[in-house]
């Protein structure tokens, strides 16, 4: 949403929020900006199956094009991933193949990181595919890790440093790419 209102999507805009999860702070945002919003989780779904009927009626009732996974933990089937082919972006904050796939996410990829000592980390985005954090590469920004870095200090970096910058660059680009491949 900050990166539209930047004027940084000229090839698309937010139309729709969905969260997996209840009182994300994402659905206020995105209802005080006016922007459809609502939760659909499999908790609340019962099953995997139900979810994702329930995801995608939602995405095409709003006729949504791209879908960007940004702090969405639901893991997707393959079969859902196959009905969007390089047109789901998930941002994920380590430099993959580090630091991935399943158990992966929020702070316990940064706790990952200053464990094992490595001196940089940073940010991918990439498409979604059957296989956890296993979709093709779209974009990758180092950020280096510091002493004294706690995993909440190292998580604010690669967010301010890599995530914000590569996440927008990146929906620009799939957004114009799909906009031509409408037009042909």
């Known amino acids: 949403m900050d990166a539209e209102a930047r004027g940084e999507l000229p090839s698309g805009h937010v139309a729709l929020v969905i969260s997996d999860r209840s009182g994300a702070y994402a659905l206020e945002r995105a209802r005080g900006a006016g922007i459809p919003a609502m939760e659909i989780s499999k908790k609340s779904c019962g099953s995997q199956e139900a979810f994702e009927k329930k995801l995608q009626e939602a ?16 893991i997707l089937s393959g079969a859902f991933t ?15 193949p580090s630091f991935c796939g399943a158990g992966f996410y929020g702070l316990k990829v940064h706790e990952a990181a200053l464990r094992r000592g490595v001196k940089v980390t940073g940010a991918t985005v990439h498409f979604v595919n059957e296989i956890p954090d296993g979709g093709e590469i779209i974009a990758q920004k180092a950020v280096e890790i510091l002493p004294g870095d706690t995993p909440e200090i190292l998580q604010r970096r690669v967010m301010e440093q890599a995530e914000w910058i590569l996440l927008p660059r990146a929906v620009e680009q799939v957004c114009r790419e799909e906009k031509e491949h409408e037009h042909l």
């Open 82 to 96: 196959a009905r969007w082919p390089r047109r789901i972006l998930n941002v994920h904050p380590s430099l993959i």
């Open 59 to 74: 995405l095409e009732e709003y006729g949504i094009q791209v879908i960007v996974l940004a702090g969405f933990l639901s």
